[in-house]
């Protein structure tokens, strides 16, 4: 059983910007990917970003390419997303999830994770 404790979300201005954490805990996430998703009110769980720990390959959505990095820390089992350059259309609630099973790199499905954190909201005001 994995534990995710997001945090990070917060009120901010277009153009400004946040850096969300992740948290795991219950196991080691070796062999495993770890991404964010977001899902705006009434729209779908969608991909922003992955990695995986063994690899360090990461996968970005094109809509936050250039702007969006994610980091991790096997250290202290923690996957940072850092956003920069925010947009209204960014708002939403973020989600940090881990894979199914081991992974080569982040896969784009929200199907392909089994545990997900309580999610922490972004609010991004024109």
């Known amino acids: 059983q994995v534990h995710l404790v997001e945090s990070g979300g917060a009120l901010v201005q277009a153009g400004g910007s946040l850096r969300l954490s992740c948290a795991a805990s219950g196991r080691t996430l070796s062999g495993y990917a770890m991404s964010w998703f977001r899902q705006a009110p009434g729209k779908e769980r969608d991909f922003v970003a992955g990695i995986t720990w063994n690899s360090g390959r990461t996968e970005y959505a094109d809509s936050v390419k250039g702007r969006f990095t994610i980091s991790g820390d096997n250290a202290k089992n923690t996957v940072t997303l850092q956003m920069n350059s925010l947009k209204p259309e960014d708002t939403a609630i973020y989600f940090c999830?881990?894979?199914?099973?081991?992974?080569?790199?982040?896969?784009?499905?929200?199907?392909?994770?089994?545990?997900w954190g309580q999610g922490t909201q972004v609010t991004v005001s024109s």
């Open positions: 999830a881990v894979s199914r099973g081991y992974r080569l790199y982040p896969r784009r499905s929200a199907n392909d994770y089994d545990y």
